[in-house]
């Protein structure tokens, strides 16, 4: 305890794991929000929103980790995690619109016509699409807000984080996996830096563990060595297991499956075995649709939540970060039998980016229709607090707001600079210009 | 953060450990040298810039990567719980994670010391046992000697502290050693000078212990 402090001094700084954001920080990630937004609702991305509350449920992946919170007889628990509820959404969703029966009966906002004669003849190759639908419907998601995490907070690991995210769910597709990983590569150039996406494949992993024989409880433990590339672990936990020579050296050579796409030939010869080699061949034809591949990298040995992901997962990284930015996956069958998805961490990018300013009023005025047609053409006005024209100057100084608006007139309060004179000039053009009548405007 | 320079910054401790891990750095290919002035924190040479500091910060240090790499035993990393790869097992350092008792004492385990409580819950947890467990900065030894704790959890090298003590180790938690560790940015966008330093170093050390077990 500091003795020199006044006993009665109040807590100002926000818990230990949040966050206070002022202007300068809050508009940083407001832009980043709808910088991303935009971007994920140009590739057709339709927002959602689920309830930051929710019933505490022991099978929930990040139960262990959530907030508990006690109402009444309920036990409830803060969002930890927004994947299962959209995935909950979605079943909702489901369970009032099933599109079997609308396919069938050729509901046209789900699917044309043509495709929807086609659905009742045998499945082939081209088909797939279709067989997908009929299992569920395809929906593209994207989600934005807070999460929260009870654990010792780190300057990694915050309890409060806010997460970006979109889900594209009801096909297992490559073209699905490839859609994931140009939006992953596009979410970190559109926030103005350079990306570097690393994929991996925990489902191939745990097809190795499995054909080793190790029992489901043990492979976490495994896995983990794998994916800390600790060739030292690994070699002691396998050491118990009767292995054949060549599946010994794979395993032993997946934390270093690492690198460009030759990774994959490595792969292929170290992995013969059908199904893992079904997996390098989807790996490739995952890269194979990418024209440029300089910003993509593979890590076999991607290893965590084994359990979890099924399919091709990925992080995107970027020099500036120590930490990755986002990461994500495919998990069929973990939440719905077809899904994939990915979340970026908004602390973590806002973290590198440099501050934008946050919006400072440009004029503070009393004259209110002036201002209406000012804030109309998209300038920030504050409405004065001030009567006389004395003390509206003199707050004006106190705001650093260059102008004010007195009656109609517009009155630099600053040294005029050349720029400041653009802009006086613009203003003055705003409010001279004809707007179409007041009341029409205000009734629109 | 990161730094753009493609130059390698590696967090080392101080005393031993530093010293066998520049000679092996050194035969892996890293020109590790020390600034003249010995109150140094930071030491620059032509391949990397080189941080001493005390074991445990090491894993902060990479983990938030400010440095690239690091050398630090596995217990410190364990401690640590940093996200971090540990793609080396260097073979220096070695020593083991004990639970530690009194000779003789048959009593129930309630409460156990530690410099390192992470570990000690987590073993504690494993093995199902509900004892309490307290952070000790050194000597811990001694919290089961006076009755502070009914057990300690600590590294054995060589075993005389606790014969001098009169304790005993009851079950070894793990087998130390001298790990390196590389932060997870740092080893896809250093991949040119890390992938053949660790290369290097596995090489180096498996050399070493051939001629350990062949002598």
């Known amino acids: 305890m500091d003795s020199t402090a006044p006993p009665t001094a109040p807590r100002l700084a926000p818990l230990t794991g949040t966050k206070d954001s002022l202007p300068a920080l809050s508009a940083t990630r407001w832009q980043v929000m709808s910088t991303l937004r935009a971007l994920y609702s140009s590739w057709g991305y339709a ?3 689920v309830p930051a509350i929710e019933p505490y449920d022991p099978t929930h992946p990040a139960a262990a980790r959530a907030f508990k919170l006690v109402d009444g007889s309920d036990v409830l628990m803060l969002r930890a995690d927004f994947t299962p509820s959209i995935s909950r959404l979605i079943q909702a969703q489901e369970a009032g619109l099933r599109p079997t029966a609308a396919i069938k009966a050729g509901s046209p906002q789900l699917i044309s016509p043509e495709v929807a004669s086609s659905i009742d003849k045998p499945p082939n190759e081209g088909n797939a ?8 419907g395809v929906y593209r998601y994207q989600y934005s807000g807070a999460l929260w995490q ?4 780190t300057i990694i690991n915050p309890r409060e984080f806010t997460q970006i995210g979109l889900e594209l769910i009801g096909s297992a597709s490559t073209r699905a996996d490839v859609e994931l990983i140009h939006l992953a590569r596009e979410s970190v150039r559109a926030v103005g830096l350079v990306p570097r996406v690393d994929l991996g494949n925990p489902g ?6 499995d054909l080793a024989g190790i029992p489901k409880a043990d492979q976490e433990r495994v896995a983990t060595t794998i994916d800390r590339k ?3 672990g690994l070699s002691s936990l396998l050491e118990p297991y009767t292995l054949a020579p060549d599946l010994r050296n794979a395993l032993l050579a997946t934390p270093d499956l690492y690198g460009g796409v030759d990774v994959l030939d490595r792969a292929h010869k170290l992995m013969p075995w059908p199904d893992v080699a079904d997996d390098v061949r989807h790996f490739e034809a995952v890269i194979a649709e990418f024209e440029d591949v300089s910003e993509l990298h593979i890590d076999l040995a991607m290893a965590r939540r084994l359990d979890y992901y099924t399919g091709i997962t990925f992080r995107a990284y970027t020099t500036e970060s120590a930490q990755p930015l986002l990461g994500g996956g495919r998990y069929d069958g973990a939440l719905l039998p077809h899904a994939a998805g990915f979340a970026l961490g908004l602390e973590r990018v806002v973290t590198v980016l440099p501050h934008v300013y946050a919006e400072a009023p440009l004029v503070v005025s009393n004259d209110d229709v002036a201002a209406r047609r000012l804030r109309a053409a998209g300038y920030s006005v504050s409405r004065a607090l001030a009567t006389s024209p004395t003390s509206l100057r003199a707050e004006a100084v106190v705001m650093d707001v260059p102008f004010v608006l007195m009656n109609g007139q517009l009155e630099a309060v600053k040294e005029l600079t050349p720029e400041l004179e653009n802009l006086q000039h613009a203003l003055q053009v705003s409010l ?7 009341n029409t405007t205000a009734s629109i | 953060m990161l730094k753009a320079t493609k130059k390698l910054t590696i967090a080392l401790p101080k005393g031993r450990v530093r010293d066998t891990s520049m000679a092996l750095l050194q035969e892996a290919g890293l020109n590790l040298t020390l600034d003249g002035n010995s109150r140094a924190l930071r030491h620059e040479s032509e391949d990397a810039t080189m941080f001493e500091l005390r074991n445990s910060d090491v894993p902060t240090y990479v983990e938030l990567g400010i440095a690239d790499a690091g050398i630090v035993g596995k217990d410190v990393l364990l401690e640590s719980q940093s996200n971090v790869y540990e793609p080396v097992d260097l073979g220096f350092a070695r020593c083991h994670m004990s639970l530690i008792r009194a000779r003789g004492d048959k009593g129930p385990i309630r409460r156990v010391a530690s410099k390192y409580p992470n570990v000690a819950a987590t073993y504690l947890q494993r093995m199902g046992s509900t004892a309490e467990v307290i952070k000790l900065a050194g000597n811990v030894e001694l919290a089961c000697l006076t009755g502070l704790a009914d057990a300690v959890v600590d590294i054995v090298e060589t075993g005389s502290t606790l014969r001098a003590n009169n304790l005993e180790e009851l079950n070894v938690l793990f087998y ?3 790990r390196l560790i590389v932060n997870r940015t740092s080893l896809k966008f250093k991949d040119a000078q890390l992938r053949p330093l660790i290369a290097n170093l596995r090489q180096a050390v498996q050399a070493e212990a051939s001629v350990l077990y062949n002598a």
């Open chain 1, 204 to 209: 191939l992993i745990r097809k190795l563990l």
């Open chain 1, 129 to 136: 699409f279709v067989d997908d639908l009929q299992s569920t």
């Open chain 1, 432 to 438: 001279n210009a004809d707007t179409p009548d007041e």
């Open chain 1, 47 to 49: 927002p959602v929103e």
């Open chain 1, 150 to 153: 009870a654990h010792t907070p």
């Open chain 2, 176 to 178: 130390s050693s001298a």
């Open chain 1, 230 to 232: 600790d060739v030292a």
